[in-house]
């Protein structure tokens, strides 16, 4: 049960409790606080206030809030004692303290998608290139966030009998609650800015086969390409097109990326 109740989350979400998990044990450790749920209330207020103190940001203090919250939520008690009043005016005046507005990015345009195809996939483009137009095209046309681009596997693809489109599986996503995963279908346009032609082209000069247990985008490795590498190829194709400052656009906010883009 207490296994179920862990996992309850999202992968992503138990590790990044687990990793504020070790710090609060490190610093009970090291201020020789056994650890005894539920912890005391002075004990949490005082450690919400080492950590407001240590961070530059309200998102730090509001994610140890949420891991002492979860860590108490596992044990039989009456209330939780995140709910006390002295610990929410703690969190509440941290984060007013701490907040900054985020800068939001710029979306790119469609114009600027379709340079990026014109440059990146034309008739002599290399199997780099054609990755890079496959990645941008596709995560423009479907507002896919970077793990679900990055998941994609050829064994999530498959055609209808008309072959007007591919469908994709997507095992899992952040607003897939039950993580039973979803399926999207992209229609072949059929011009030059097609996703889905630019996709098989992709396939067809990385040799790999609809059905295949490999990841799309991480060419002779079997892992998912990283953030770190995906976002450093959409900053190069926006600077061969001739962005001059490509770290005001954004990978991630694909439901403003996709203003203008026609149905496919």
Partial sequence: ?????????????????????RQFLSWLESQGIPLMLPISKEVLVIYLSHTKSHSDSDSVLISTA?????LHSLVNIKSNPLDSPIIQHVIVSGRRELHHPPVQKQPISLSQVKAIIDLFAG?????LELRSACYVSLK??????????AGVKANHLSEPANKKGISIFIPKSKTD????GSTAFLCDRLDNYSPVAILRRFLEAAGINLGQDKYLYKIGADRPLSYTRCRELFFE?????GVSDPNVYGTSSQSKIRRGFPPS
Avoid: Q
Avoid at 66 to 70: F, H, M, Q, S
Avoid at 123 to 127: D, T
């Fill in 177 to 180: 609650v039950f993580r039973d």
């Fill in 66 to 70: 949420a891991l002492l919250r979860w």
């Fill in 123 to 127: 008739p002599e483009a290399s199997l």
């Fill in 237 to 241: 194709a926006l600077r061969r097109i």
């Fill in 140 to 149: 423009y046309a479907l507002l896919f966030r970077h793990n679900e681009m």
């Fill in 1 to 21: 049960i207490l296994l179920d109740a862990i996992f309850a989350n999202s992968e992503g979400t138990v590790k990044a409790y687990f990793y504020k998990c």
